[in-house]
Structure formats: structure tokens, C-alpha cells
């Protein structure tokens, strides 16, 4: 893959935004400021020109017009071109004082160019009023406002570059961690991508917001290793486990293709013909287990009477258990129970019936089995209890794998799917299911969560024991 250049980094592009954005705001910031500052020196610059004239004033009120010459006078060396200038003029135009002779000022406040005065120097801010009967006018250079603007658009400035190269600094620098902590990220799903799904994002300590991405890639990455391994295991399994049969298929309907009678080849043909019966039926519980591992099923979704689920899968595997030999019994508590689940009514109802198959199936002659429920404050509970055998504790995690047969089934008859059925239904609804020692026996309990209504519920105490209470 191409690397692309710091330049064209997200990162880099968003730091760069970003001090552009901050340069505006900046540059609109200092622009008021500058305005401000540029205010307060003319009105300083205003007031230092009044402030003279309110000098020489005060000493022509005091002393006359001749203390108002020696005001002017002691103001020193102020000729023309200096800071300060002064003119007092009399009524009839004549001037009396001052380093300047400064005809045509208006009232008031007013700028004198400095082009008018025929030098090169800067513009004079000049206040003019009557004293007495002659008129007395106070200039003051911009020299030192001027200066003193240029020192602050000058700082500004430098203020603003070094803003400008330290955001683009910064955001290269960011560009540069960014992206080779991206390439390093990227690296990994190359290898992922190239098959090994074992590898994952490095997480580090910050927790920042690539590494909660990371961390939950890393999560997607673990269950596409479970998917990918379980896929493998049920490839392996299915070809392990109807090569027998289709061998069987193949053996059958060479015998049937080579009979002497006619008799002999159809008993064959209909022996072959249960055999692809049994490897339909598996290959049909295969796709109704992947289908509900898809959570396909979840738009049936509905609220499903309990106590009308049991009873109908009681009433349908009653019989079919006493003709097997074994007595199946309804598990009936004390109280009146009204509890309420929320899923899908076929396959809950399926997945009752396979547990009591398999009870029927596992069990010996004479065996009881009972099937019930029980609410709980925490939610409904469904159980298939019986006094067989039951399964040795090292294999209970095992039995719900597909295919998967404790030694001693082998000899019976059944796919291996039944159980791992039951655990894609009960992972649909969000239920756990529980495998546990009767004494002697099974009893496998589907807990679902509280996700379920329950009307009127009060908790119910069953035994599991051969002598349940209430029950067998």
C-alpha cells in the first residue's frame, strides 16, 4: 500500500484546519485589539495637547498675556520640527510667541500635515481656542503614537507567525506519530488479512481514541477467529461424520444394483433410501442451526405463554415416552404460575422437544423425565430433569458442539445436533443453559433473562430429585 505524504495525512490536514481556524479568530482578535490600542494613544495623544494649552492658559489667567509668553517660553527649546509646536496670534493676526506662526487652524481639534510645513516630518495633532482676544495654538507630533501603533502591529505580527509555525509544527509533528501508529495498525491487518487471525492492533496505555477503536476491532478480530475455527470444526465434523453414512448409501445401492431378485434389490433400494433420510435430516439441522446463529428468526419474536409452551410439548411426548418405556411427567409447582416469554414459539417449542428427546433416548426403560418451569425474580427458567445416566462433568461443555456424541451414544441413533440446536435457540433468546448432576441423572435448566414478563410469579420450590416435588 502507498504511503501518503504527511501533507495529505487526516491528521495534519486537521491540525492545519484547525490553526487556520485559529489564526481567523486570532487575527480578528488582534485586529480589535490593535484598534483599541491605536484609540487609546489618540486620545492620550488628544488629552497631552489639551493638557498644554491648559498650562498656558492657566498662566494667562494668572499673569496675562505676558505670563502666557513665559509659558510658552519656559516650555523650552520647542522650535519648529520638534515635538511641540505653539503659536499665540493676536486679534489682528500679528504673532506674538511660540516656534511656529501658524495661520488658517480651525477651532477645536484639528491634523496638521506635515507636508503643509514643508518638512518631511509627521503630522502635528493641533488644538486651537481664543485667549483673551488673541488666539493660541498647541501642536503635538505623532512621532511617539505612531511609534508606539507600529510597536504593536509590529508585535502582532510576530505573535501571529509564531502562532502559524508553531500549529503547522505541531500538526506535522502529530501527522507523523498519527501515521506511523496507523501504519503500524495497518500492518497487522496485512498480516490478519493474509491468514493470521491470531494477530492483534497493539493497545496503547492512553486508552486515547484510536486504541478504544483498536480494542474493539480487536473484539470484532477474536469472534472472526471463533467463527473461522468453528467453521473449520464443522466442516471437519461434517465430513467426518457422513462419510460413514454416504459410504453406507454407496455400499447399499452397489448391493442393490447387483441383486439376483427383484426382492432382494428393493429391500436394499429402501434401506438406501433411510439412509439418505438420515443425511437430509442432518444436513436440513445443520442449515436450521446456522439460520438461527443469524438471528433470522428474531422478527418472529413474541409474547409466549410458558405454562401453554410446556403443556403442548407434554402432550405431544407423553405417549411417544411411554411407548419408549420411560414416563414423562409435567412438572406442576404449588402456585399458580402466568409467566411470559418473549421469543419465538416454534423454535422454544423445538427446543423442548429436543431435550426431551434425548432424554427419551438416554435413558433406560423404566426412567422418569419431567419437564416444568419456574419464575424467579430474575426471570423464567425452563428444565428437562430425568434419572439416567446423566453426563460426566468433563463433558458437559462438550455435548453442545455439533456432531459431537458421548462414547457411549454412538450406538444410538441421533445426529449429534440436537443439543448444540438447543444452544443456538437459547443464545437467540439471550439465555444461559446449565447442565447438572441429578443423583442420579440430568437436569438441564434454560435461564432466561428478566427480559420476559412476568404477571404474577411468586418463586416456586422445585426438586430435582427422582421423588420431585410435586411431580414424579
Given at each position: 500500500m502507498?504511503r ?22 486570532y487575527?480578528?482578535a488582534?485586529?480589535?485589539a490593535?484598534?483599541l490600542?491605536?484609540?487609546?494613544l ?16 492657566t ?8 505670563g502666557?509668553?513665559a ?20 486679534s489682528d ?7 511656529i ?20 516630518s ?5 488644538y486651537?481656542q481664543?485667549?483673551?482676544?488673541n ?8 512621532d511617539d503614537?505612531?511609534?508606539l501603533?507600529d510597536?504593536a ?14 500549529g503547522?509544527g ?5 501527522a ?14 496485512r498480516?490478519v488479512?493474509?491468514?493470521?487471525l491470531?494477530?492483534?492492533l ?16 480487536n473484539?470484532?478480530?477474536g469472534?472472526?477467529q471463533?467463527?473461522v ?16 453414512p454416504?459410504s453406507?448409501?454407496?455400499l447399499?445401492?452397489e ?5 439376483d431378485?427383484?426382492?432382494?434389490s ?5 434401506a438406501?433410501?433411510?439412509e439418505?433420510?438420515?443425511i437430509?435430516s ?7 442451526i446456522?439460520q438461527?446463529e443469524?438471528?433470522?428468526?428474531r422478527d ?6 410458558v ?17 419408549q ?26 427446543m ?9 433416548r438416554h ?21 428437562v430433569?430425568?434419572n ?5 462433568p ?5 455435548v ?24 443456538a ?8 443453559i ?9 437436569v ?11 404477571e ?12 420431585e416435588?410435586?411431580?414424579?
Amino acid at each position: 500500500m502507498r504511503r501518503a505524504s504527511i501533507a495529505h495525512s487526516t491528521s495534519f490536514r486537521l491540525a492545519a484546519l484547525y490553526v487556520l481556524l485559529f489564526l481567523f479568530v486570532y487575527f480578528a482578535a488582534n485586529l480589535v485589539a490593535y484598534n483599541l490600542v491605536a484609540s487609546y494613544l489618540y486620545e492620550r495623544l488628544d488629552s497631552h495637547v489639551m493638557e498644554r494649552f491648559r498650562e498656558i492658559e492657566t498662566a494667562f489667567v494668572a499673569r496675562g498675556l505676558a505670563g502666557a509668553e513665559a509659558m510658552i517660553v519656559n516650555h523650552g527649546p520647542a522650535i519648529r520640527g520638534q515635538e511641540t509646536l505653539y503659536s499665540l496670534r493676536s486679534s489682528d493676526g500679528s504673532f506674538l510667541a511660540g516656534n511656529i506662526d501658524l495661520a488658517g487652524a480651525v477651532k477645536g481639534l484639528s491634523t496638521l500635515d506635515a507636508r503643509n510645513l514643508g518638512t518631511k516630518s509627521t503630522n502635528y495633532r493641533l488644538y486651537m481656542q481664543n485667549l483673551g482676544p488673541n488666539q493660541l495654538v498647541v501642536g503635538v507630533s505623532y512621532d511617539d503614537t505612531n511609534r508606539l501603533r507600529d510597536i504593536a502591529l509590529v508585535s502582532f505580527g510576530w505573535a501571529t507567525a509564531i502562532v502559524l509555525a508553531a500549529g503547522l509544527g505541531g500538526g506535522a509533528l502529530l501527522a507523523f506519530k498519527t501515521r506511523r501508529r496507523i501504519a503500524s495498525l495497518s500492518g497487522v491487518m496485512r498480516m490478519v488479512g493474509s491468514g493470521e487471525l491470531g494477530r492483534r492492533l497493539p493497545i496503547s496505555p492512553r486508552m486515547d481514541d484510536i486504541d478504544a477503536l483498536a480494542a474493539e476491532v480487536n473484539v470484532a478480530l477474536g469472534h472472526l477467529q471463533s467463527n473461522v475455527s468453528a467453521m473449520k470444526q464443522v466442516t471437519t465434523d461434517i465430513a467426518h461424520d457422513l462419510k460413514t453414512p454416504i459410504s453406507r448409501l454407496f455400499l447399499m445401492l452397489e448391493a442393490a444394483h447387483e441383486a439376483d431378485t427383484i426382492a432382494s434389490s428393493r429391500t436394499l433400494i429402501q434401506a438406501a433410501m433411510e439412509e439418505v433420510r438420515r443425511i437430509t435430516s442432518t444436513f436440513e439441522a445443520l442449515l436450521r442451526i446456522s439460520q438461527i446463529e443469524t438471528g433470522a428468526r428474531r422478527d418472529r419474536f413474541r409474547r409466549v405463554d410458558v405454562t401453554s409452551l410446556v403443556n403442548e410439548v407434554f402432550e405431544v411426548y407423553a405417549d411417544i415416552a411411554t411407548e419408549q418405556g420411560r414416563r414423562l411427567r409435567l412438572l406442576r409447582s404449588e402456585q399458580t404460575f402466568s409467566a411470559h416469554l418473549i421469543g419465538d414459539s416454534e423454535l422454544l417449542k423445538q427446543m423442548l422437544a429436543n431435550l426431551v428427546q434425548n432424554a427419551v433416548r438416554h435413558t433406560q426403560p423404566g426412567s422418569h423425565i419431567g419437564l416444568g418451569y419456574i419464575c424467579r425474580a430474575q426471570g423464567v427458567s425452563l428444565f428437562v430433569i430425568d434419572n439416567g445416566p446423566g453426563i460426566p462433568p468433563s463433558e458437559t461443555d462438550k455435548v453442545f458442539k455439533r456432531f459431537y456424541r458421548l462414547d457411549k451414544s454412538r450406538t444410538t441413533e441421533g445426529t449429534g445436533l440436537g443439543l448444540s440446536m438447543v444452544k443456538a435457540i437459547a443464545d437467540l433468546h439471550g439465555a444461559t443453559i446449565s447442565l447438572r448432576d441429578n443423583g442420579p441423572g440430568l437436569v438441564v435448566q434454560i435461564d432466561f433473562p428478566h427480559s420476559v414478563t412476568d404477571e404474577k410469579s411468586p418463586p416456586a420450590e422445585v426438586s430435582y430429585a427422582g421423588g420431585e416435588k410435586g411431580a414424579a
